[in-house]
């Protein structure tokens, strides 16, 4: 069955440096998400992105994110100056549909990103 | 806006015994609902989903769980639970009009102890 895949699984890295998070969201769907999950706290939706743009993102998601889907098979998340709040596990997530839910949310494994 | 409430943050429970995990959510619009399972280092796994129709949803693992409109809950439930059903479990709901865009619970961790 085919899956989201996110690289890498752990990242370290220092406060104020920037990090890009990588995902593959399965081939022929269209939707693409990120969601994050503080240690402990509940999952929290970020961004959504659709047709080369973003289509919605929360409160959370700040001049210090972006998305960018660079080469029509990856689907990034960049954080350009880290701060340790944004210690998290990262979901990406991708769906083929558009308000149909035929196609649910397939995530991927997550990447836990720690900021020291 | 929507919100989710699970009532119950941890749930031990001797394995071969049944289960329920309760949900309750409140939404200004018609949503979607789901339960999701969360083994340890692992991504977020759907459980089952309910559309529309009937109430009663079935989903893998032996998992089913039930909608109710008036009281806006939608329990998770198995007959009987093995150890490997050990896992967090999120309920989670979607605009109908969005549905990518999904709002969580905190969250269940269920044990099941031998």
């Known amino acids: 069955e085919p899956e989201v895949t996110q690289t890498p699984s752990h990242q370290v890295t220092q406060m104020g440096q920037e990090v890009i998070l990588r995902c593959v969201p399965i081939s022929n769907h269209l939707y693409f998400y990120w969601y994050r999950q503080i240690l402990g706290q509940k999952v929290e939706f970020l961004v959504s992105f659709y047709n080369n743009e973003i289509s919605e993102k929360s409160e959370i998601f700040d001049d210090q994110f972006s998305v960018e889907r660079p080469d029509g098979s990856n689907f990034t998340l960049k954080i350009r100056s880290t701060k340790l709040e944004d210690s998290a596990m990262y979901f990406c997530?991708?769906?083929?549909?558009?308000?149909?839910?035929?196609?649910?949310?397939?995530f991927g494994n997550g990447t836990r990103l720690t900021v020291t | 806006a929507q919100s989710v409430t699970q009532l119950d943050s941890q749930v031990p429970v001797f394995e071969e015994a049944p289960v329920e995990l309760r949900c309750n959510y409140s939404?200004?619009?018609?949503?979607?609902l789901f339960w999701y399972v969360q083994y340890p280092n692992q991504g977020l796994q759907l459980l089952l989903k309910?559309?529309?129709?009937?109430?009663l949803v079935k989903g893998i693992n032996g998992f089913e769980a039930e909608f109710n409109k008036s009281q806006t809950s939608f329990h998770l439930r198995k007959p009987s639970v093995h150890i490997s059903d050990t896992a967090e479990y999120f309920c989670?709901?979607?605009?109908?009009?969005?549905?990518?865009?999904?709002?969580f619970g905190d969250g269940t961790t269920l044990t099941v102890k031998p």
């Open positions: 989670a709901v979607s605009p109908r009009t969005n549905a990518g865009k999904s709002t």
């Open positions: 939404s200004s619009v018609s949503v979607y």
């Open positions: 997530a991708s769906r083929t549909a558009g308000t149909g839910v035929d196609s649910p949310l397939h």
């Open positions: 309910y559309l529309s129709g009937s109430t």
